[in-house]
């Protein structure tokens, strides 16, 4: 299988806090994670691909400075919330795809961001 | 960003009933995923679909790769309470680790 793990599920922060989500592969290896943020009712729009041992590329409208993103192993990436305000507030889900080419992206279960 | 557009919007069935939603893009995809996604949850893959034109069942799903590359459609049979949820298209152009465009989404409610 594919197992992808979120953590944490639910964080509440006040604002002018940074607030660090972990995405991890568990069972597979994975050069390339994928960062989302999802409002209520709304699609997944991608924030930025995360790649092992060098930048992350960001999405058009996404500030790097505010979303900080390390991938410093093949099975973590961590997206940090910088300096979050309430608009912040948010479903943050990373996804990894194993390596073999005909496997689907597995999602994370998502952190819900309240940001007060 | 981009995104791929997906009806109904929404959906109101009865339980039993049979469900058809689509996907369709200007662009043209070279694999598109059906994803499904609950409350609170992350999304989960249902089919993935790799060549134009193929058809894949998974249980009481069915999916089809448009011959066009541009679409694709999933159905539901026998619909049961579980299948409430949120269904999402995406769409990814390239092979490789390359990002998925994903569609609108298309709400699944079952009316008791």
């Known amino acids: 299988g594919a197992v992808v793990s979120q953590h944490p599920s639910r964080v509440i922060c006040k604002s002018g806090t940074s607030v660090k989500i972990e995405c991890r592969s568990l069972d597979f290896q994975a050069t390339t994670m994928f960062w989302y943020r999802q409002f209520p009712k709304q699609s997944l729009m991608l924030m930025a691909t995360s790649n092992e041992g060098s930048k992350a590329t960001y999405e058009q409208g996404v500030e790097k400075d505010k979303f900080l993103i390390n991938h410093a192993s093949l099975t973590l990436s961590t997206l940090t919330v910088t300096s979050a305000h309430p608009e912040d507030s948010s479903f943050y889900i990373c996804?990894?795809?194993?390596?073999?080419?005909?496997?689907?992206?597995?999602f994370g279960s998502g952190t819900r961001l309240t940001v007060v | 960003g981009q995104q791929l557009n997906q009806s109904p919007q929404s959906m109101f069935i009865q339980e039993g009933e049979d469900v058809s939603m689509n996907c369709t893009s200007s662009s043209i995809f070279n694999t598109w995923l059906w994803y499904k996604q609950d409350p609170g949850e992350g999304p989960v893959l249902l089919i993935a679909l790799y060549k134009a034109g193929e058809l894949t069942s998974n249980g009481r799903l069915t999916a089809q790769f448009g011959i066009t590359r541009k679409d694709s459609f999933l159905n539901i049979s026998a619909s049961i309470p579980s299948d409430v949820g949120i269904y999402f298209c995406a769409g990814q152009s390239g092979f490789g680790n390359e990002k998925l465009t994903f569609g609108t989404g298309t709400r699944l409610t079952i009316i008791p």
């Open positions: 996804s990894a795809r194993k390596q073999e080419i005909n496997y689907g992206y597995t």
